[in-house]
């Protein structure tokens, strides 16, 4: 049996996490705001910003602050975050094929 190279296991382990994959696969859609990651998914704004910090740690989301007033935040994936599209769309197809579920 081959082994696990060492950076796709921690690879998987990110992209695993609860909500990370649904993050990205909305900021697929472009720059957006926290509020409306937040409402899109439904997740707890604690959580999705954990995510968030996450992800911009990891090099696959950009936070952008403008000095307004309110202030407005943007989040955005890098080029890296950005060359995870043909695998979200996989997944995508794939998933629309082969999981059952009552709605889309």
Excluded: H
């Amino acid at each position: 049996m081959k082994e696990v190279c060492p950076r796709f296991e921690s690879a998987m382990s990110m992209l695993g996490r609860r909500w990370t994959g649904l993050i990205i696969y909305q900021l697929l859609q472009g720059p957006q705001r926290f509020c409306t990651i937040e409402s899109a998914l439904g997740i707890s704004g604690r959580l999705l910003s954990s995510r968030l910090k996450e992800l911009e740690e990891n090099g696959l989301v950009d936070r952008t602050v403008y000095p307004e007033t309110p202030v407005r935040i943007i989040y955005e994936l890098t080029d890296q975050g950005e060359e995870l599209e043909p695998v979200m769309r996989a997944l995508e197809t794939w998933s629309e094929r082969w999981m059952t579920s009552s709605s889309c």
